[in-house]
């Protein structure tokens, strides 16, 4: 069973700040992607990282796989209310997505 | 035009009722899944089809029984229910089951076992 650790666990921040969520595992993942759900609603894909190092920018989040593929990070600059949400990091091992804990993302204006 | 769609979407239920949770996608992907998200948020897999054979079983009670009638759907069945079955759960497909294929999402059905 790998082992995924996703932090931090609960972030609250204010409108404008910056922030950085964390996705540890001791394993080697072939590509790994991030989504965010909201209240009431399923997880929506935000960007699916393949290569060792990859960084892919959407708009004011910048996600990064690590060299080793084994960890990833997720960086908003200037968080806005609408990035308020639960952020999951899903790393691939076969044919099976496993989830992190999340992290409850809250951005209050 | 829904793209994953659970019915029913709210499920108060008795224990030791049975009860069903269906699911259909309309993206003409090969495989689904179902997902478990309990009250800490924590999203778990139970269950994964790809046209219509079963290729993941969780370890999970067999008190839940999938049915995949044709690759468009996949439907979930609980015997017995017991309140620790109360939870979110969510149905999602995906393109192929392997690789980087996005898992597409239904909005979920919260079932609550009183």
């Known amino acids: 069973t790998q082992l995924l650790e996703q932090s931090p666990q609960f972030l609250s921040i204010q409108e404008g700040e910056n922030l950085t969520v964390y996705c540890n595992s001791s394993s080697v993942f072939s590509s790994l992607q991030w989504y965010r759900q909201e209240p009431g609603e399923g997880p929506v894909l935000l960007v699916t990282v393949v290569t060792g190092g990859e960084v892919k920018k959407l708009k004011r989040l910048t996600f990064q796989f690590g060299d080793a593929r084994k960890d990833s990070s997720l960086h908003i600059t200037a968080a806005q209310p609408g990035d308020t949400g639960l952020y999951l990091c899903a790393p691939r091992g076969g044919n099976k997505l496993v989830f992190g804990a999340g992290t409850i993302l809250r951005v209050k204006s | 035009d829904t793209a994953v769609s659970q019915t029913p979407k709210y499920l108060v239920t008795q224990m030791g009722n049975d009860k069903s949770i269906k699911c259909e996608q309309n993206l003409g992907h090969d495989t689904m899944y179902w997902y478990k998200q309990d009250s800490k948020k924590f999203l778990k897999i139970m269950f994964s089809?790809?046209?219509?054979?079963?290729?993941i079983n969780e370890t999970v009670p067999n008190r839940f029984s999938p049915k995949s009638p044709d690759k468009a759907h996949l439907n979930l069945h609980i015997n017995s229910l017991e309140l620790g079955d109360s939870a979110v759960y969510f149905c999602a497909s995906s393109q192929v089951h392997r690789g980087p294929s996005p898992l597409h999402f239904g909005n979920g059905t919260r079932l609550t076992v009183t």
């Open positions: 089809y790809n046209n219509k054979e079963l290729i």
